[in-house]
């Protein structure tokens, strides 16, 4: 997104997790009837209400590069979406999971 831009630079691998889960993105979905009431939720912000959950969002194959930016398996529309991660789809990110040790190099440009 044009507000959480992925930063520039020079970075290394510092955590891998294939099954990992945002602490701060996700979805608050009624509980009643599984629909979506907000789907771009932001635990900073917004609360789940009575009958609501909050539902983190999935990550997998997690690279962590630079604080709380990463890459890992997202969707791709086309359009700048994330909040500042490197979305790829499943195959690249599993392989980049899989070859990527701690300390690997990330340059972003």
């Known amino acids: 997104k044009s ?21 701060l993105y996700g979805v608050i979905r009624d509980t009643a009837t599984g629909q979506i009431v907000n789907n771009d939720a932001d635990t900073r912000k917004h609360r789940a209400g009575p ?7 999935p990550m997998p194959y997690f690279l962590r590069f630079n604080n709380g930016i990463g890459m890992h398996v997202g969707h791709l529309p086309g359009y700048a979406a994330s909040h500042g991660c490197v979305r790829r789809p499943e195959a690249m990110a599993k392989k ?8 690997t190099p990330v340059i972003v440009e």
């Open 96 to 103: 980049f999971f899989e070859h990527a040790s701690l300390e």
């Open 3 to 23: 507000t959480h831009t992925t930063p520039a630079g020079r970075f290394k691998v510092t955590e891998k997790s294939k099954d990992h889960k945002s602490s």
């Open 51 to 57: 009958g609501e959950v909050f539902e983190n969002a």
